[in-house]
C-alpha cells in the first residue's frame, strides 16, 4: 500500500506526464526497474528481498536530490548546527564545498 501511495503522491506533486518522463529517463531506468521489481517481490509474498530492491532504487532515483536535501537540512536552525559540525559532516558527506 505504502508503495501505490509513493506513486500515486510523485504523480500527484509534479503530474502524470513529468512523472512518466522522470522514471522512464534513460539514467533512471537502474532505479525504476529495481524499484519495480522490488514492488513485485513484495506483492508475491518475499517483502524483505522486496523491501531491499525498493530501498536501492529509491536511493538510485532519488540521489541527483540528495545535495538539495544536504543544503535545506544544514538551514534547519538546531538540525544544521549538527549537521554542519566536523565529523557529522564527513559521515553523512555533507561536506560538499560547493554547498
Partial sequence: MGNILFLSGVMLT???KSSLQFFMKRTNFKGTISFGVGFFFVVIGW???GMILESYGFVV???GFWPTLAVFVQKIPV???VFQ???I???CLLSN???
Avoid: D, E, K
Wanted: aromatic share 20%; hydrophobic share 45%.
Fill in 14 to 16: 509534479i503530474g502524470l
Fill in 47 to 49: 517483502p524483505i528481498l
Fill in 61 to 63: 532515483l532519488f540521489s
Fill in 79 to 81: 538540525l544544521g548546527w
Fill in 85 to 87: 559540525q566536523p565529523y
Fill in 89 to 91: 559532516r564527513s559521515v
Fill in 97 to 99: 564545498p560547493q554547498y
